[in-house]
């Protein structure tokens, strides 16, 4: 897999989610710690989307997998 070139305020932005680092930061301290049995896709604030999007990069091991790994870390 070759290193992620997008911010993480991009994958936000791909979930439909507001993207300022101000408003990533908000959404992780909102939903924080995300218990550690549960996958981040299956975290219960995503909706079917980007529940399906964010596991498909997960599973593909595609371009926004690395950020997707980065968020599951900041969630914990």
Request: proline letters at 7%; one cysteine or more.
């Amino acid at each position: 897999m070759e290193k992620a070139t997008h911010p993480l305020c991009d994958l936000f932005e791909q979930l439909g989610l507001p993207c300022s680092a101000a408003d990533v930061d908000a959404f992780i301290d909102s939903h924080r710690p995300l218990a550690a049995q549960t996958a981040l896709v299956d975290a219960p604030f995503w909706n079917p989307s980007q529940r399906q999007f964010l596991s498909q990069q997960l599973s593909a091991d595609a371009d926004w997998a690395e950020l997707v790994d980065q968020l599951n870390v900041r969630l914990r």
